[in-house]
């Protein structure tokens, strides 16, 4: 055993224990490593914005990026923003939708998409180097390639929301972790801790990443430095509670309900069981960690070394799963699962690097034949892999990115019905891609849905049954998938409406299967 551990070790040593003279050999070979990373980039980008995915806005893209060009009114001409966004949003919502805005400004939605594709570059370079960091060159490229081949991945690496910038922070500030963690007793603490406070204000639930990585910094470093590595993992622990808590009392405290609402006392909106969840995490992400399972059991059996950072490694890339099944969320279950493969990935290519490891030279071969042997067969290994993998991680994807309605039919029938009453009141059920779409066609304080509406001193049912009686709106599509948007469409079928008639029925096709239509009522006397 321990041989075999020594033989690795010395084949493929890492990068924090390569001498400055071997150092100095192996830059003047040609490493692919670049090259290869490239390639995985550009496959990124070619499957997070290729043809046939939705053309359309999905709910959370329109609002967050709606309500990004209402922050930059905001903070560059002082406009107000008609809603409170931190009350309701799961990020700040200063951070996200604003890049998102300016990505929407420069290249419409497409554009704003483009920003998260991005920052899915930055997450797959940062996996790289967690896993060449921790186990070498192999290792990190088998690692970049399976999470870039994961359907989740590629899902919001196209979505114009905050999920992969949350992640891209976490990576980054993870490989920087572990790379101080390892060489220096992480006196780069500071920056570490700055990266992932900031990644719990674009997303509120990266904060359950905040203690794992720190403990993954102090099992990467435990053999050199031990204790030193505990206090400076600890302090920047403190750190990142202290940059949070500074900024909610000073510059940022209208987020904290936001905060209470969707993290620290969120309710389940989309309620379902552990099995249910259980085959959902499986249909995702199951093989990508059956495989992380596997590289942790070659590891630690094989590589004594690394056998503290690999389990640590393994428990986080499961702790957001663990955490969401735990509260029974469904809820974007579907984008959350890609989180823990960041870190489930390292630990797959680890096995490839020990395995191809194992390749020796034999009769006296020139070790530059044998090198190159072991590239053969970690190559072989990781295209066997991808062959499986990509197919199902693009069906995967695909299933998500069709899984809302194209509403382009819908917009245009909204355009000419607003277009002859322009400055009446729209009433729309979950209208956040309508608005965006819509967004110079109505004033944002023109807007109204069917989650909470205001009208005079009434909330609720009341609210809207004087709204409607009085004839406040001039357009109104419903769905009837909400509460009260099923109450408003009861009402307008009744007796009771004398205002309203019924101007369309819009199909709403999902799956490439008719689920319904969207009914748009207009007040009497507009066609």
């Known amino acids: 055993m321990s041989t075999m551990t020594e033989s690795i070790e010395r084949s493929w040593i890492t990068p924090t224990e390569i001498t400055a003279a071997t150092g100095a050999h192996r830059a003047r070979r040609f490493d692919p490593s670049a090259l290869l990373l490239a390639a995985i980039a550009a496959f990124q980008v070619v499957m997070a914005m290729r043809p046939g995915y939705a053309k359309t806005a999905f709910e959370d893209e329109g609002l967050y990026v709606y ?3 209402e922050m930059i009114a905001h903070l560059v001409h002082g406009f107000s923003v008609p809603t409170s966004p931190g009350s309701y949003f799961s990020g ?8 998102g805005a300016l990505g929407d400004s420069v290249g419409g939605l497409a554009g704003a998409r483009f920003v998260s594709t991005i920052f899915a570059i930055v997450a797959m370079v940062s996996v790289w180097g967690i896993g060449r960091e921790l186990y070498g060159r192999v290792a990190g490229l088998t690692a970049a ?24 922070l976490v990576t980054v500030a993870t490989w920087l972790g572990i790379r101080g963690a390892r060489r220096d007793g992480m006196m780069l603490v500071w920056l570490v801790s700055g990266l992932l406070a900031l990644a719990f204000f674009v997303k509120y639930a990266g904060i359950i990443y905040v203690p794992l990585v720190f403990a993954v910094c102090i099992a990467a470093g435990w053999g050199r430095f031990r204790w030193l590595i505990v206090r400076q993992a600890l302090a920047g622990l403190a750190l990142v509670l202290t940059l949070i808590f500074a900024a909610l009392v000073t510059v940022a405290h209208s987020l904290v309900p936001g905060i209470e609402q969707t993290t620290l006392a969120r309710s389940s909106m989309d309620p379902q069981s552990t099995s249910e969840m259980l085959g959902s995490a499986w249909q995702w992400v199951g093989p990508w960690y059956l495989l992380g399972t596997i590289g942790a059991i070659v590891t630690v059996i094989l590589w004594r070394g690394r056998r503290l950072v690999t389990l640590a490694l393994l428990v986080t890339s499961a702790a957001g799963i663990v955490e969401q099944i735990r509260m029974h969320e469904g809820t974007s279950f579907n984008k959350h699962v890609a989180f823990g493969v960041a870190f489930a990935a390292p630990v797959a290519g680890a096995a490839v690097q020990v395995l ?12 530059r034949l044998a090198r190159g042997g072991r590239w053969a067969l970690a190559a072989a290994l990781v295209a066997a892999t991808l062959l499986v993998l990509v197919p199902r991680g693009e069906r995967s994807a695909m299933a998500s990115l069709t899984a809302w309605p194209d509403d382009t039919r819908l917009v245009n029938t909204l355009r000419g019905t607003i277009a002859k009453n322009p400055d009446a009141p729209v009433l729309g059920e979950k209208p956040a891609p309508e608005r965006y779409a819509l967004g110079s066609a109505v004033q944002p304080t023109d807007w109204a849905d069917t989650y909470y509406f205001p009208y005079g001193a009434k909330t609720g049912r009341a609210a809207y049954r004087d709204a409607l009686r009085d004839g406040y ?4 599509y419903l769905s009837i998938t909400t509460d009260y948007g099923a109450y408003v469409h009861g009402w307008l079928r009744s007796h009771a409406n004398t205002q309203y008639h019924l101007a369309g029925k819009v199909p709403r096709v999902r799956y490439g299967k008719l689920e319904g239509y969207w009914l748009v009522y207009t007040r009497q006397g507009q066609s």
């Open 92 to 99: 700040a919502p200063g951070l996200y939708p604003v890049l």
């Open 356 to 367: 191809a490891g194992r390749l020796r030279v034999r009769g006296g071969w020139p070790r």
């Open 67 to 69: 309500m990004g060009h």
């Open 145 to 168: 390639a399976l999470f870039a081949a994961c359907g989740p991945v590629i899902f919001i690496s196209h979505l114009a929301t905050h999920d992969m910038t949350m992640l891209a």
């Open 473 to 476: 709106f001039g357009t109104i």
